[in-house]
């Protein structure tokens, strides 16, 4: 009996109990092997395993919701477990370093929280990409790093302020949409053949001896 599912692409880990589990090499390896449901045997002949030791692995995956069971088959005078992944790649959340009182006051802070968010989405999208490159396409990507020194409220203000009408004005100006918030009536022009995501970050430089 079979009942398998469609697949997340990606799967951002936040759990720690989750990261644990996923963090072991051979488990990581395990998952790869689990985009359709598979046996602990089929697993390990594929990665010159003994079924016992990928079964003991799926186990562990399996209890903190990484894998799920979808069904069992007969295979002769056997019946074999029918494991799945619960998504195609897998994100660790830059969450997961935070203590308990970090991460609780990130819950209240709402543009330090989409900070963390933004964080995710860059790595679950390189993921793909990645995929994509592999597959021999050629994929077309810029990123901008710089540092810049605001002498008091009045220029972080003014910065601000001119670094938000930027990316206004090209969003504007190319039609993909205007930054979360804004609105205009250049965003409902024809989406391009080809979108491009634009994610943009304003924060203080940690200094030092920071954490």
């Given at each position: 009996m079979l009942d398998a599912f469609e697949l997340a692409e990606t799967y951002t880990v936040v759990n720690p109990e989750q990261a644990v589990v996923l963090l072991n090499p051979l488990r990581g390896q395990i998952v790869s092997h689990m985009r359709t449901p598979?046996?602990?045997?089929?697993?390990?002949?594929a990665m010159g395993e003994t079924p016992q030791r990928i079964n003991y692995h799926l186990k562990a995956l399996e209890k903190v919701g990484l894998v799920r069971k979808t069904g069992t088959r007969q295979v002769r005078n056997?019946?074999?477990?029918?494991?799945?992944?619960?998504?195609?790649?897998?994100?660790?959340?830059?969450?997961?370093?935070?203590?308990?009182?970090?991460?609780?006051?990130?819950?209240?802070?709402?543009?330090?929280?989409?900070?963390?968010?933004?964080?995710d989405k860059l790595k679950?999208?390189?993921?793909?990409?990645?995929?994509?490159?592999?597959?021999?396409?050629?994929?077309?990507?810029?990123?901008?790093?710089?540092?810049?020194?605001?002498?008091?409220?009045?220029?972080?203000?003014?910065?601000?302020?001119?670094?938000?009408?930027?990316?206004r004005r090209?969003?504007?100006?190319?039609?993909?949409g205007?930054?979360?918030?804004?609105s205009s009536a250049a965003a409902d022009a024809p989406a391009p053949e080809e979108t491009y995501q634009v994610l943009v970050a304003v924060y203080p430089t940690i200094g030092e001896g920071e954490d």
């Open positions: 598979v046996s602990a045997a089929e697993v390990g002949r056997l019946v074999e477990v029918l494991y799945q992944a619960i998504a195609k790649t897998f994100v660790l959340s830059d969450a997961l370093g935070l203590e308990p009182s970090a991460a609780r006051r990130m819950k209240e802070d709402a543009s330090l929280s989409h900070l963390i968010g933004t964080s679950r999208d390189a993921v793909k990409l990645m995929e994509k490159t592999e597959a021999g396409e050629t994929v077309h990507s810029a990123s901008l790093s710089a540092t810049v020194r605001l002498a008091g409220e009045e220029a972080r203000q003014s910065f601000v302020q001119e670094y938000l009408e930027a990316v090209l969003t504007e100006k190319y039609g993909a205007l930054p979360e918030g804004s």
